[in-house]
């Protein structure tokens, strides 16, 4: 089962995610040790996020999927759940159409431009959910949804995590933070859950104490979380994250046990 997920409409805000900033510029005592980016690491990453997103550890079976989760964002899809009305889908099929010319989702660009700030399905049905898994067979449409979870998601979330100083465990509960709520304007945002988690706890780039910092963190996540219906299960947190935490795993070391929505997963 897919599970929800939230992005800014940043069309309606007037930017892409292409326009937003890393929050702060790498301290000089910057994370330095292997992160997130660490490739074990990084498929770790994509397994949790997979766990909550697909209800599977399979994340690479999820590049060709696709639904309208009836959360106001049109068709989510992909690895990562690009959505048809935030603009990330849209700049992810433009990119595939920029390496690869007439690509089966080539001629739906139009479309995706109109619908994007809308849940419309307007110029995309019946045969866009079709036309994506068949493009889901092609490394090249593989690779540009890496590359743009890359580049939109993964990266300024390890960026950020290591100009605060955090270990693996804080840099992925950024990674998860924007994954969930992307980094717009709105009091629900990746930028505005830390903002409030500052204003409670000092990250370690700050002088503060790492696990105090992270409990912070998460706090302002679940407030966040608990603005809109669709995140009112707040189990990606207090029975995955938090239990990391908790058991002082920084540096997310299997064995890794966790829940999501009742359901158990297990790393070895």
Known sequence: MRHPTRRTLLAIIGVSATAIPLLNAPYAGA????????????????????SAENSSLDWKAQYKYIEDIGDGRGYTAGIIGFCSGTGDMLDLVELYTDRKPGNVLAGYLPALREVD????????DPYFPRDWRGAAQDRAFQQAQNDERDRVYFNPAVRQGKADGLRVLGQFAYYD????????SDSASFGSIRRRALQSARPPAQ????????????????????????????SRVDTAQRVFLRAGNLDLVPPLDWKVYGDSYHIG
Do not use: C, W
């Open 177 to 184: 933070a924007l994954v969930m709520h992307g980094n717009g």
């Open 31 to 50: 994370v330095r040790a292997p992160g997130l980016d660490d490739p074990a690491k990084k498929e770790i990453a994509m397994k949790l996020v997979s």
């Open 117 to 124: 700030g809308s849940d419309s399905h307007e110029g995309l």
């Open 207 to 234: 002088g503060g104490d790492e696990v105090r910092y992270l409990h912070a963190f998460l706090d302002a996540r679940v407030r966040a979380m608990k603005q809109e219906e669709a995140h009112s299960d707040t």
